[in-house]
C-alpha cells in the first residue's frame, strides 16, 4: 500500500495502475461469462459498481464495531444483501432480456473477489469518503475492463457493437462469442498488456 | 417418484463433459488459473470441491424446498401464515445459500481434522478457498431455481457431485498441460497467466465438440 493518495488518484488508481480484471486477475468468471455483447458486459459493470461502492461504504462505517477473528463473514453477509438489492432492482427496471443472459451472474456477484478484495484490503482499513471513492474507482475500472473485452468479442464475433453493424460484407465468427473466444480473447489481451509493460521497463 | 436412472446418467454426462463449470459456465476460474500450477494441488483441490458441492447441492436444495419457496411444504408455514403464502425466494435465497455454504465448508473442515488427519493435511489448505469459489454457490443456483426442469434431490444431488468430478477434470487437464508449458520457450509477453488463457481457449474448443452429445 502506497502513502496517502490524492482524492483524484484513490479513483483513478483503480482505472488503470491497478485494474481489477487486467492487472489483479480478480473476478474472471462473470467477466468471460457476460462479455458475449457490449450491453451484457455494461449492465453487469453498473452492478458491480453500485455494489462494490455501497458494500465499501458500509464496511468502513462498521469497521471499527466488526471484531477481526469474524470479519469474512460479516463482509459476505453486507455484500450479499446489497446484491440481493441490486438484483430485485434490476430485475424491475432492466428489460427482460438481459436479465434473461445475465442469469445466474447477478447472484453471483457475492462471491465476486473484487468486492471482497476491497472490502478487506481497503474498506476495513480507510474512512468512509476514500473508501466510496475507491469502490466507484475500481467498479469504473472493472466496467471498463468489461466494456474492452466485450467490444472485441461482439466486434469478432457478430459484427456488431451495440447492435449496429461494422461492415456489410464481414462475415462474423462465431466462436469468439462461445466459451473458446472468451479464453482467447482475455489471454490475449493479458499478453498485449505485458508487452506494453515490458516495453516501458525497456525504456526506463 | 421413482429413480430415473436414464435421467441421472443424462445430468452426470451433461455436467461433466457437455456444460463444463469450468470450460463452458465460466465458474471456479480463479482456482482453475490459481490452483492449476502442478497435477498434487489439482488433484486436492478438485476432490476437496468435489465433496463440498455434493454437500452443498443436497443442503441448499433442501433450504429452497422446505424454507424459501411458497407453499403447504414450508416448514415456517404452519408459524407465520404469511411465509406460507409469499414465500422468501427473491429477498433471502442468495444470502441463506452463501451462509450455508459458508457453515458447510467450516464443518468438513472440522469434523475432517478429527476424523481423518491424513485427509486434513492434504486437503486443508483448500478448504477456506472454497467458500469464495463460485462454481460452489452457481451448482447450488443452478440445482434449484435456474434449473431447466425442477430437479429432485437425487438429481440435484448428483448434479453437484458430477460438476464436481468435471471442476476435477478440467483442473487435472490444465494442470498437466501448464507443467509443460513452463518447459517451453515463449515469447516474454505471453508467459504465465496468458498463455495459461489461450491453453484454456484450446481446451473449451476440444469440449465444444461434447455439445449435442445429450441435451439437458
Known amino acids: ?204 | 417418484m421413482g429413480v430415473d436412472l436414464n435421467t441421472l446418467f443424462t445430468i452426470i454426462i451433461s455436467a461433466i463433459f457437455v456444460n463444463n463449470y469450468v470450460l463452458a459456465r465460466f465458474l471456479g476460474l480463479c482456482p482453475f488459473f490459481g490452483v492449476s500450477k502442478s497435477t498434487d494441488a489439482a488433484l486436492g483441490m478438485g476432490m476437496a470441491v468435489t465433496f463440498v458441492m455434493t454437500i452443498a447441492s443436497a443442503a441448499t436444495w433442501v433450504t429452497y424446498n422446505y424454507v424459501l419457496l411458497p407453499g403447504p411444504s414450508n416448514i415456517f408455514g404452519s408459524v407465520f401464515p404469511g411465509v406460507a403464502e409469499t414465500g422468501m425466494v427473491d429477498v433471502l435465497k442468495t444470502i441463506s445459500y452463501i451462509l450455508i455454504i459458508a457453515a458447510l465448508v467450516q464443518l468438513v473442515e472440522t469434523v475432517m481434522k478429527k476424523m481423518t488427519p491424513a485427509l486434513y493435511d492434504s486437503l486443508g489448505i483448500y478448504l477456506p478457498l472454497i467458500t469464495t469459489n463460485c462454481a460452489i454457490l452457481g451448482v447450488a443456483l443452478l440445482g434449484t431455481t435456474n434449473a431447466p426442469a425442477h430437479l429432485s434431490i437425487l438429481e440435484a444431488t448428483v448434479q453437484g457431485f458430477a460438476g464436481g468430478i468435471g471442476f476435477t477434470l478440467a483442473l487435472l487437464l490444465m494442470s498437466g498441460v501448464r507443467e509443460r508449458l513452463i518447459l517451453l520457450d515463449l515469447p516474454k509477453s505471453f508467459r504465465g497467466v496468458p498463455i495459461a488463457f489461450i491453453s484454456a481457449s484450446m481446451m473449451a474448443l476440444a469440449f465444444m465438440g461434447f455439445s449435442g452429445m445429450v441435451s439437458w
Open chain 1, 1 to 204: 500500500m502506497n502513502k496517502e493518495h490524492t482524492i483524484i488518484q484513490e479513483f483513478t488508481k483503480g482505472l488503470f495502475a491497478h485494474n481489477p480484471l487486467f492487472v489483479a486477475l480478480l473476478g474472471m468468471c462473470p467477466s468471460l461469462a457476460v462479455t458475449t455483447s457490449v450491453r451484457n458486459g455494461l449492465a453487469m459493470g453498473m452492478a458491480v459498481i453500485l455494489v462494490i461502492t455501497l458494500s465499501n461504504v458500509l464496511i468502513s462505517l462498521i469497521r471499527n464495531q466488526i471484531p477481526k477473528a469474524v470479519r469474512i463473514p460479516c463482509f459476505i453477509v453486507v455484500i450479499a444483501a446489497f446484491v440481493t438489492m441490486v438484483e430485485l432492482l434490476m430485475k424491475a427496471y432492466l428489460p427482460p432480456e438481459i436479465n434473461e443472459s445475465l442469469g445466474i451472474f447477478i447472484p453471483l456477484i457475492v462471491v465476486n473477489c473484487v468486492i471482497m478484495y476491497r472490502a478487506e484490503d481497503f474498506a476495513s482499513k480507510h474512512g468512509v469518503f476514500r473508501s466510496a471513492i475507491d469502490g466507484i474507482g475500481m467498479g469504473a475500472g472493472f466496467t471498463l475492463a468489461l466494456a474492452t473485452l466485450s467490444t472485441i468479442r461482439e466486434a469478432i464475433g457478430v459484427g456488431t457493437i451495440l447492435g449496429v453493424k461494422i461492415s456489410e460484407t464481414y462475415q462474423p465468427a462465431s466462436v469468439m462469442i462461445m466459451a473458446p473466444g472468451a479464453f482467447l480473447g482475455l489471454g490475449l489481451l493479458l499478453a498485449y498488456f505485458n508487452w506494453r509493460r515490458l516495453r516501458k521497463g525497456e525504456k526506463a
